[in-house]
């Protein structure tokens, strides 16, 4: 089942969103994002969770001579609160 694999149903949703990053966190995580966003690497997209600060969903497609070609991973990073 999804509970069984699945980062995010093995967390609490509500304890992630109580948590209280700090301002040095959100700072450089907005421009880490920020950087990533404008200037991306081949095959990945990432992008910030729309309730959790500290939550990225990093999407990557796998590079073609691969056996990974055209395959879709999806990581959530969590990032610690004093990041």
Do not use: K, N
Request: aromatic residues 6%; charged residues 25%; hydrophobic residues 40%.
């Amino acid at each position: 089942s999804r509970e069984d694999w699945d980062p995010l149903t093995a967390c609490s949703a509500r304890a992630l969103r109580q948590r209280r990053p700090s301002s040095v966190c959100l700072r450089r995580l907005r421009g880490e994002l920020s950087a990533l966003h404008l200037d991306p690497p081949p095959g990945m997209l990432a992008r910030s969770d729309d309730e959790v600060a500290t939550l990225v969903h990093v999407l990557l497609v796998g590079p073609a001579g691969t056996p990974y070609a055209d395959g879709l991973f999806h990581f959530a990073i969590d990032v610690p609160d004093d990041y």
